[in-house]
């Protein structure tokens, strides 16, 4: 009976592979350290400037709603409206102040000229305040004389005096003219371009403060 036996195999040669880890081993290894490493710095940078955004954005937001709070005062605004002119021109100084170090676009230079409109708008009612006035008192004025003048002129077509009919109806038309002018419409009318001037730069600060809070981010 035949009697087979096999021998088992086994590497050419096991003190290669001792030398290859023994040679490259800590290399790799110091490899493998360094890319986790890189990896976690990596991972701690992008969880402090996700944190830099977010509070950006928050100190952004809360200046844009000091901000909008004005923006929409003077949208609601009638121009027959009083209100302290000082006390908004201040208000808005505050907020751009603080606007100026969170949004780039925006600068001490919106402040200056805001507040050159919003002087503009203060002159243009306070002056044309004195001038409805001096309006309605004329215009109350007028009326009384009207009737007066009207009572005259009936008198005076009675008695058959036309010199006196034409010279009381000459000052009827004159005041029935000035009664029906449009002085006070076009007083309303500066007072609305003032006004508007106001609200046109205000959109133009809102428009930029909105375009960077829009702005949409990375993953960080």
């Not at 509070?55 to 302290?84: A, L, Q």
Request: proline share 1%; net charge neutral.
């Amino acid at each position: 009976m035949a009697v087979y036996s096999f021998t088992c195999s086994t590497p050419d040669d096991w003190s290669n592979w001792h030398f290859l880890v023994k040679t490259f081993g800590s290399a790799l290894m110091a490899g493998f350290i360094a890319a986790l490493a890189y990896r976690v710095a990596n991972t701690q940078k992008t969880i402090a400037t996700n944190k830099y955004n977010l509070d950006m954005f928050d100190k952004r937001w809360s200046v844009f709603e000091d901000f909008y709070k004005e923006y929409k005062f003077y949208n609601e605004i009638h121009i027959m409206s009083e209100f302290s002119i000082g006390e908004k021109i201040n208000i808005m100084k505050k907020i751009l102040l603080k606007a100026e170090r969170f949004f780039e676009d925006i600068t001490i230079l919106d402040f200056y000229t805001f507040q050159s409109h919003i002087i503009e708008l203060q002159y243009v009612f306070a002056t044309n305040a004195q001038k409805e006035t001096i309006r309605t008192q004329k215009k109350l004025y007028y009326k009384e004389r009207l009737q007066a003048l009207e009572e005259n002129y009936k008198i005076a077509i009675q008695n058959s005096d036309l010199n006196s009919k034409d010279s009381i109806k000459e000052k009827i038309d004159e005041i029935e003219l000035y009664l029906d002018s449009d002085e006070l419409k076009q007083l309303y009318e500066e007072k609305a371009i003032a006004l508007k001037s106001v609200n046109d730069y205000m959109q133009t600060i809102y428009d930029r403060m909105n375009r960077v809070l829009k702005v949409p981010h990375k993953p960080y």
